[in-house]
């Protein structure tokens, strides 16, 4: 199941505000058995998020938008989420009773704005203050604030996709080697990737303030194929002049 993250706003992306949603998604996700696949940041603009909703809605993935459903004029997504479909934006009978039960007769002018979605929406509870956010096919709009967003997705994951929640996660096991150019290594990279069907192989280069190199190689997967591949690629790095270690085993 790919998982796609759209994280909207002309805060983020001017560096006014730090996206915290990408860290957190994947701590949510990983608890579950499930990964980010990929990520887009957006600003608040109505023909961007038009665009890039119109491409994902005519795919089959997994999408938490974050962002843009209050009801201030720069809030944008749900009517671009509506333009993308070719729908209306109306005001929900469940998230109109939620809002009106939290905030009574305060709910109206403004308020109630946020109770409207594209026509076919399912709600979103919300459980810090009743404002739900909405689905709509595999898309999930969620609020900008963590202290929303966080609980609502959690919220979706389990009640929409338990069935896909993964028991037996992938593993990943890497080494850390000194003072070796990365080239070097791209055979035995191959070399694993040949040998060992169904497993990722990665590296990670830095170097150090000293000008040191040090690759960090790896490979991901199925726990008996990893453990199988790994093996494989320690005993091929012993017969290389240089240093490694081991590094602790990553789910």
Request: aromatic residues 8%; contains cysteine; hydrophobic residues 40%.
């Amino acid at each position: 199941m790919n998982i796609g993250l759209v994280i909207i706003g002309d805060e983020i992306l001017s560096g006014r505000r730090k996206d915290r949603h990408l860290e957190k998604s994947i701590e949510i996700l990983h608890a579950r058995g499930l990964k980010v696949t990929w990520v887009s940041y957006l600003p608040d603009s109505p023909e961007l998020l038009t665009q890039t909703f119109t491409r994902t809605l005519s795919s089959n993935d997994v999408i938490f938008s974050f962002g843009g459903i209050g009801a201030t004029p720069d809030d944008y997504t749900r009517q671009s989420v509506a333009d993308a479909l070719g729908e209306d934006v109306i005001v929900h009978p469940e998230a109109k009773l939620e809002i009106e039960s939290q905030f009574g007769k305060d709910a109206y002018p403004n308020r109630i704005k946020m109770g409207m979605f594209p026509k076919g929406s399912r709600i979103i509870p919300n459980a810090f203050n009743r404002i739900p956010g909405f689905s709509i096919r595999r898309h999930h709009f969620l609020p900008g604030f963590p202290s929303m967003a966080w609980s609502m997705m959690e919220w979706v994951l389990d009640h929409e996709y338990a069935d896909q929640h993964v028991q037996d996660r992938d593993i990943e096991r890497s080494i850390l080697i000194l003072d070796v150019p990365e080239s070097t290594l791209i055979p035995l990279m191959d070399e694993c990737l040949e040998l060992f069907s169904g497993c990722k192989v990665f590296s990670l280069p830095t170097i150090t303030d000293d000008r040191k190199r040090r690759v960090e190689l790896g490979v991901k997967g199925n726990k008996d194929v990893v453990d199988s591949a790994f093996a494989y690629i320690k005993k091929m790095v012993s017969q290389l002049d240089c240093k490694w270690e081991e590094l602790a085993p990553r789910l």
